[in-house]
């Protein structure tokens, strides 16, 4: 994925977006996906349109992608699908808890959820029971 940062900003927007507790841990992270790859897909858009936009000449009709305008639309179209290569989610488990791990597809060590990895008490288990939740429940263990 691109920096940290950029990660970061939009993990919280998504999460300010669907209240994690509501899902569980494999449709919250299929959920998060999609959202992400409809983030990615409207960004390549506004790529592509912005290159086309470069490609036409005075009167107005596109140039011929031969030579250098093809290889520089070849190119684009090799970092978009990088892009949107670098924004899949891992989706393995967490070394911490259940849930899965939200981090870049092949992301070196270890799997993160990134969550407190605490059990919320809200699945049906929990909800059966809600004065037995301890901390030493991992969130997702029981769902």
Same mark, same amino acid.
């Given at each position: 994925?691109?920096?940290?940062?950029?990660?970061?900003?939009? $993990?919280?927007?998504?999460?300010?977006?669907?209240?994690?507790?509501?899902?569980?841990?494999? #449709?919250? #992270? !299929?959920?998060?996906?999609?959202?992400?790859?409809?983030?990615? +897909?409207?960004?390549? =858009?506004?790529?592509?349109?912005?290159?086309?936009?470069?490609?036409?000449?005075?009167?107005?009709?596109? $140039?011929?992608? =031969?030579?250098?305008? &093809?290889?520089?639309?070849?190119?684009?179209?090799?970092?978009?699908?990088?892009?949107?290569? &670098?924004?899949?989610?891992?989706?393995?488990?967490?070394?911490?808890?259940? +849930? $899965?791990? $939200?981090?870049?597809?092949?992301?070196?060590?270890? +799997?993160?959820?990134?969550?407190?990895?605490?059990?919320?008490?809200?699945?049906?288990?929990?909800? =059966? !029971?809600?004065?037995?939740?301890?901390? =030493?429940?991992?969130?997702?263990?029981?769902?």
């Amino acid at each position: 994925m691109p920096s940290a940062g950029v990660k970061d900003e939009l $993990l919280a927007v998504f999460a300010s977006l669907h209240d994690r507790s509501l899902y569980f841990p494999p #449709k919250y #992270k !299929d959920k998060m996906q999609e959202w992400l790859d409809a983030v990615v +897909h409207r960004r390549c =858009e506004r790529v592509t349109e912005w290159l086309k936009s470069w490609l036409i000449d005075a009167d107005g009709d596109a $140039l011929p992608e =031969e030579g250098d305008v &093809r290889n520089l639309v070849q190119n684009v179209r090799l970092q978009l699908q990088d892009l949107r290569n &670098r924004w899949k989610l891992c989706g393995s488990q967490c070394a911490s808890c259940f +849930h $899965l791990c $939200l981090l870049e597809r092949d992301h070196p060590g270890a +799997h993160d959820c990134s969550s407190v990895h605490d059990c919320d008490g809200v699945c049906s288990f929990c909800r =059966e !029971d809600i004065a037995d939740v301890t901390p =030493e429940i991992q969130a997702g263990q029981c769902e």
